[in-house]
């Protein structure tokens, strides 16, 4: 054999120049390698076999893509697992190619050149895209919301806010009372005061919120039904490797982001937030067709839809690090540090193409903009701790209650009336919410008025503090008692608690885009501010207690609940997602100070291993359990202490492994194989005496092949023997002419033994994105298995139905 | 055999309560594996084998600790690579056996509850210590860089900042010329003008410099020679899995802490942020001692010395998310999820430890803290990308530069007289950097200086602008014309720029601690000044050209030439470590807005870009490979067609792979086997015959074993026969009783095909941690690769000498 270091082991080209007339070709449409001239013959047939593996060879670059091309060939079927190692392999192959053909033109250096950028402008496209997306959501639910209460008169595409700013009648104390502004019973009846102005009001709201959400999921119904939920766990499992089409298809996007706008200005109790990532991922994925490098290949295109979620985290909140981050915690399974650099490149266009759209008015570029006056106490750790305590019993609530309604909505009739679901949650939130100002504001609405630090002007119900103007010194304001708005503001926000907390575990999940962090973060802003608030009068009346003397003084600006309910979100938002250092960084982003970063971290701390001690799994591992996607957790160590001869198939008692020797067979017995078994891949051993494994055969390779020869090759008839072997043995010539199926063959195909411990082989599968792996007992192939076993093994550790996964 | 789902397959225990009586069992201090009798008999051999690779089993926790405590059992040899295979999976079976025995008593529960939380713990000692280390270190530097010029004559541990804020005789406008503080000559001569004081002054400097290097060096090289350098290639090499004792050990530690205050108070071009991170690992090494959990298992340890370089960074610049994703980036080979959030907590906390000591008297976490006041115009982004690309020239010279200097010094005579060399740079820098204000002041203020935005009552030379107070609207300064003292610094900078550059390619290498972000980031920072000074004259006198026409109005404050010294110091650092992320979030902490990310990210492209076209890999790679650490890169591709059989041991020519059989070799044979090669382990065949891989011992476990089974145990001679087999076949009784090693075989080593190409082997080296796989060929034992030989590899195929990898 010939070896020198620097092999060219997989010379194919399309052109059937090779003079090795006794051998028969497996032809042009289908898999037709054969050798160029220069490699000397004894290295041919392990060079074509090793093709199979490495996609296409140094030459004949354009006709490789051809091959790539052949319906069939390379790509993968629905409900499948990607081969991670097959893919990265056919990447660097074609990046070879195109290297080593960039010094023969300038036209192929200039491609060479346009390769290598393709992922940044990749990038650059997709962060347009989802921020432009962003805005146009934004803008658009943001008027749509106030449809529900009135309309703006002279005119009509403004929202209540950007009205009143067009008109020339309000002083800045009145400022969201503009003439220009009519409520419905202002338009219809002239008049906004009494019973019957409020009940036409309240009618109206309810109609919308109806019409809306029956809109939303007559569109996801019957035009994209991949379009509902947030989208976060299908995501999680197509990056880790599977196959749905058309889940991030063109259909998806534009139905997702129109039924999104409907969704979320029905007054639902959901997010936006999850949704978007979805949104950006789809634009990830179409924009991928523009380019070759990601059109093609399985794994390139799972690094850009991580970035892709990154965009969409970075426009949901305006935290482009948060969302880099994000997407490596929570999201991604394959994120190698080129993606992290990319990845935040695309969070940052997003970002700024969202901000020079300007939805929100103000030039911020994130969702709730705080500013807080005030440091914090060490001593305040408490009620954080407390804060995130409350955030990790609510998670952890949330999940259960959330996947048991889901469950019933799976196993009961529920499951077959969407529609009439969607309009019976939509009416109860509307009807329960209207009455209450704060669960009729839309959340996010609510949550920045939470977050936000009472200053000597504000005007709301929550800042109606009684004002002691002698103790006021320059611009800082002291802790001051609550006034009667105060009150009123702290039972309609107990009230909206229990509203919020309830319902949101029978929106989560109905056939409309629904995102979860919204709402828990709303949940627990009301809760922060509630203990804020009960803090602060504490603190003012008993400025004299031991807890509190020293850094409370009376007249000192000592609590600040806003920062108790931004903390509050984020113990709550953490309990459901059991996201870490991402969820800090967003929060991070929303304030801009290193201050608050460790009130931050102690209740998301806490709130995670709460949450974690009565059950593991965040919102979206639990929805990837309960549907039963092939998702392969990367976080949870696998601890039985099983073994590979546990879990390969055969088992003990079943029949011995089907597997293919090298030489003996003919096509009879091939295709009798292929008809008589549903296997995906086949070993194939020296012989069936020794039982030592030679390669591996993809079903769907052997079943092209073997068609193709009989269509295209003379003489291959069902007695014609099938050879996986470097030479052929000389045949008597009454013989048929045989088959050289060496080609086709993977000849390293992953092996470990029988003895090899299960969370080795766990690791292994996880850390190389194999589909299969094959055991050998002292070199005898013994048996073989698959993610699909790796996965229903993990769920039979955890007491779980194994039967429960779906797979292909 | 029996194959329930829940095998224990590796009960082992240290009582020998076995009762084969006809099996030789090695014993108690090395190797003493014995099944407890819940185990069907013929199960047992088999997971006694197991017991190799997973260290211990379900019962008899404390022994097996006793076990791992055996000297030379569990660890490895100085410059050897670490199995992290076989390293996580010990760490795993310590989990599970103390979570089985949690369950038993509260004492092993509050144990298991112990455990569990520290790595916590740890975290927050590495926290407070970096964090304090780190303020000392600064507090110290500070004083004795003043220490050069002056002394605070009655308090004498004051540096000059703080002596003048004692000092009751300062205006602001003057306050650093207190009357307390006095330099050299107006101690000794009573007064500072002239030439006369301005020489002692000027001789004082030198020779404190000379005697601080002195004292370094002398440190350094009589208690701890790992403390020289910046220690980050080490530290990555380290965390790839190599072992070099004593680098992060208490001398080097305490060596590495006195000597960088020495270090950087010499006035020499470095900077102490590389160091702290590798006096950060020295902490968290130290500090693992505490914890069994992490003082026994290498790849735990790990785990911490990642956070501890993300600590490092966090108090090297105030950038707690920024260290993280340095750590992530830059320095860690395996960085688990877990890790980042554990390394976020840590960097945390050393953040605020640092802060409460408060070296800076600011209150500011950060170093250079900047307030920029004026927005950037798209139209800046080219002098930024300008910048970007000469910090990538720069960056690429400095490397090339440093690396052939460094080279040399490795070669020739100038290796063997450290001292000479450190004592001939300190003369040459404090000589020459005397006269220039710019470089007689300490690196890290010339960059804070260079960072300033002016303000109007800025009283430094590069503030010296001809104010025009009819202009000043509202204290936002516009553009104005420079005025003399502008033009002196642009000429002091040049020059400053130009020392700089070259001295610090003699300075990075030399025998004493130093780190290299600071001079690259004042080289950065000064041609942005220099640059964003030109930018703002020409503005100013042609703000009627067309590039500046509608954005650079006359009076309107346009061009902030702090911003451009920011970039410039960006792109140089970027052009110098390559780091890119963790780069751009680290001047986001600066700077705490992100409007200027996107400038920042600019130069930071630009600069990776550039570089990365003339020479691939960082200053940190640079040094890696020319002190031939064994570092297995995750960041490139391989990118060759090799086949694993062109790289396995034994080549073509070379004498069949020495390999032991099963059962056919007596304790002669294996002893010869030993003398005669050097080999760390071997692998077992079934037979010379059939080659067929049964599995694979480790050359110390083969040596420990015998040399026990001789000692204790009976009839053990050298004709004995060794067996490796699960049953022992009965033999004649005049024959010496067999000795059976099993138990110390590895029962699944990972294999290959000879096929298997290259780029997919190291992939598997890489993700997996391994130290050794198997090569078969269609079920045959054919060789074997190490990461010696990937490396090796790896080196030719790049066209170095393969042997400069150093290696034990």
């Given at each position: 054999m010939d070896n020198k270091g620097f092999r060219r082991s997989s010379l194919a080209s399309f052109h059937s120049n090779t003079s090795d007339e006794d051998m028969v070709e497996i032809t042009e449409a289908t898999l037709d390698f054969t050798m160029t001239d220069d490699v000397p013959p004894i290295d041919r047939d392990m060079a074509a076999g090793f093709v199979s593996y490495n996609g296409?060879?140094?030459?004949g670059g354009a006709k490789v893509m051809d091959f790539l091309d052949v319906p069939g060939v390379g790509t993968y079927e629905d409900f499948n697992t990607i081969d991670w190692v097959r893919e990265k392999s056919r990447d660097r192959d074609r990046h070879r190619e195109i290297l080593s053909r960039s010094k023969e033109s300038t036209w192929a250096l200039l491609h060479s050149v346009s390769d290598a950028f393709s992922g940044w402008m990749l990038m650059l496209l997709i962060g347009l895209t989802a921020g432009s997306l962003a805005g146009l959501i934004d803008i658009s639910s943001h008027w749509m919301t106030d449809l529900k209460e009135g309309i703006?008169?002279?005119?009509?595409?403004?929202n209540h806010e950007q009205c009143c700013w067009q008109?020339?009648?309000?002083?800045f104390e009145d400022r969201n009372n503009c003439p220009e502004w009519r409520s419905w019973s202002q338009l219809v009846l002239g008049r906004s005061e009494g019973a019957f102005p409020y009940i036409l009001n309240y009618f109206m709201y309810v109609m919308w919120a109806l019409l809306f959400s029956l809109l939303a999921v007559l569109l996801v119904r019957n035009f994209a039904p991949y379009a509902c939920g947030s989208g976060i766990p299908e995501i999680k499992t197509i990056l880790s490797g599977f196959i749905i089409r058309g889940y991030l298809g063109k259909w998806t996007l534009i139905i997702k982001t129109m039924t999104l706008v409907l969704a979320v200005s029905s007054g639902l109790s959901l997010g936006k937030e999850g949704p978007l990532i979805h949104v950006a991922c789809c634009c990830g994925n179409i924009l991928c067709h523009l380019f070759t490098k990601y059109r093609k290949n399985e794994a390139k295109r799972r690094e850009v839809l991580s970035a892709a979620a990154a965009a969409g985290v970075s426009v949901a909140f305006g935290a482009p690090i948060g969302g880099v981050l994000f997407s490596l915690e929570e999201v991604s399974y394959y994120f190698p540090l080129k993606t992290l650099w990319r990845s935040f490149f695309a969070a940052l266009v997003a970002a700024f193409t969202l901000r020079s759209i300007n939805p929100f008015g103000n030039s911020r570029l994130v969702l709730f903009y705080v500013e807080f006056h005030a440091p914090w106490h060490l001593l305040e750790l408490i009620p954080f701790i407390l804060l995130g305590i409350f955030g990790g019993l609510w998670g952890a609530f949330f999940i259960r209650a959330n996947i048991a309604w889901c469950h019933r909505r799976k196993t009961?009739?529920?499951?077959?009336?969407p529609v009439a679901e969607v309009l019976m949650v939509t009416a109860i939130t509307a009807i329960l919410a209207f009455p209450n100002d704060y669960t009729r504001m839309s959340s996010s609405e609510m949550i920045s008025e939470l977050f936000n630090d009472c200053g000597l002007l504000d005007s709301s119900k929550l800042c109606d503090y009684v004002n002691d103007y002698n103790n006021t010194k320059g611009g800082n304001l002291p802790d001051r008692a609550a006034g009667n708005g105060v009150y009123t503001a702290m039972w309609q926000l107990s009230l909206a608690l229990i509203f919020k907390a309830v319902i949101t575990i029978f929106t989560f999940g109905i056939k409309v885009p629904s995102g979860l962090f919204i709402p828990s973060m709303a949940v627990g802003a009301i809760m922060g501010r509630l203990l804020g608030v009960a803090m602060e009068q504490l603190s003012f009346y008993h400025h004299d207690w031991l807890i509190f003397?020293?850094?409370?003084?009376?007249?000192?600006?000592?609590?600040?609940p806003g920062l108790y309910a931004m903390v509050g979100a984020a113990a709550c938002l953490g309990g459901a997602t059991r996201m870490t250092v991402s969820l800090v960084v967003i929060m991070f982003e929303l304030t801009g100070g290193l201050e608050y970063i460790v009130p931050l971290m102690a209740a998301a701390m806490t709130s995670k291993w709460v949450a974690d001690a009565l059950g593991r799994g965040s919102i979206y591992d639990a929805h990837i359990h309960l549907n039963g996607y092939p998702f392969l957790e990367a976080k949870e160590e696998f601890s039985h202490k099983t073994l590979a001869m546990d879990v390969m198939r055969p088992r003990r008692n079943d029949p011995i492994l089907t597997a293919i020797t090298q030489d003996s067979m003919t096509v009879e017995d091939i295709e009798a194989i292929i008809s008589e078994t549903t296997y995906s891949g086949f070993p194939i051993v020296v012989s069936r005496e020794s039982q030592r494994l030679m390669g591996f055969v993809l079903r769907r390779d052997l079943i092209i092949s073997i068609e193709s020869a009989r269509k295209k090759q003379e003489g291959i008839v069902s007695t014609s023997r099938i050879y996986f072997t470097e030479h052929t043995p000389t045949q008597p010539t009454t013989a048929p002419p045989s088959l050289k199926l060496r080609a086709i063959m993977d000849l390293s195909p992953f092996t470990i033994t029988d003895q090899t411990p299960m969370e080795i082989v766990v690791d292994i599968f996880r850390k190389l994105g194999l589909r299969q792996c094959l055991v050998t007992h002292n070199g005898r192939l013994l048996g073989i298995i698959t993610k699909k076993d790796v996965l229903k093994h993990i769920a039979q550790m955890a007491n779980q139905d194994p039967d429960s996964i779906l797979f292909n």
């Open positions: 296409n060879g140094l030459n703006c008169l002279p005119w009509f595409w403004f008109s020339n009648n309000v002083t009961t009739k529920l499951g077959r009336y003397r020293g850094w409370c003084n009376q007249g000192a600006d000592c609590i600040t």
